[in-house]
C-alpha cells in the first residue's frame, strides 16, 4: 500500500511539472553563441564596460530599462585583424524564469542579430526568431511595442524582456563605447 502511495505521488508530480520542465532549455552554450555572432574561427575579446554615474543614468533613460550594475561586457569578433561586431550576453527574468539573449551588433553598433540562447519560461511564451529578425538595424529609441514593433500574443512579457535586453546593449554601446572610452 505504501509503495503504490508513492508511486501515486510520483506519477502525479511528474505530471505537474514534466511540461514545464519540457519547455526549460538552454538553446547555444556561449561558444556556439560566438559562432552563431561572427562564423568559425573568429577571435573573440572580452571588452568590459565600466560605466560612470552618469553614464548609467543616461544609459537607463534611453533604454528605458534598469541596468544591473556598472560594469557591462561586450565581446569584440575579429578576423584577420578586422572587427566584425560587437556581441553581449543578456540575461534577465521574464516572468518568474531566466532568458539569455544573445545580442549581436555591426562595427558601427547597428542591431543585427539577436538570438534566444537560452529559456526557461514555458516553450509558447517564446518569441519565434522571425520576430528577432524584424528588430534588426532599428535605432534603440524604435525598439518598444508602443513604437512599431510587433507584440506577440500570449508572449507579451517575453518580448518586453527581449526588448529591454536588446535597448540595454543599443544604449550601452552608444553610450559608452562610441561616444566614450570603455
Not at 104 to 111: A, F, I, Q
Request: hydrophobic share 40%.
Amino acid at each position: 500500500m505504501r509503495i503504490a502511495s508513492i508511486w501515486t505521488l510520483t506519477l502525479c508530480l511528474g505530471i505537474v511539472f514534466l511540461p514545464r520542465l519540457a519547455g526549460a532549455g538552454v538553446y547555444y552554450s556561449k561558444e556556439e553563441a560566438f559562432e552563431l555572432a561572427f562564423g568559425k574561427g573568429a577571435q573573440i575579446e572580452n571588452l568590459p564596460v565600466f560605466l560612470t554615474d552618469e553614464q548609467q543614468a543616461t544609459i537607463e533613460k534611453l533604454a528605458r530599462a534598469k541596468l544591473d550594475g556598472q560594469l557591462y561586457t561586450f565581446y569584440e569578433g575579429r578576423r584577420n585583424g578586422q572587427l566584425l561586431g560587437y556581441a553581449a550576453i543578456e540575461s534577465h527574468t521574464v516572468r518568474t524564469q531566466p532568458e539569455t539573449l544573445l545580442i549581436v551588433l555591426s562595427p558601427k553598433g547597428e542591431l543585427v542579430k539577436s538570438e534566444i540562447l537560452a529559456f526557461h519560461e514555458p516553450p509558447e511564451y517564446k518569441p519565434p526568431s522571425a520576430w528577432f529578425q524584424t528588430l534588426n538595424r532599428k535605432p534603440v529609441e524604435e525598439l518598444r511595442t508602443d513604437q512599431g514593433v510587433d507584440a506577440i500574443s500570449g508572449a507579451t512579457l517575453s518580448v518586453r524582456a527581449s526588448l529591454d535586453g536588446i535597448r540595454k546593449a543599443l544604449a550601452v554601446y552608444r553610450i559608452a563605447v562610441a561616444e566614450g572610452t570603455p
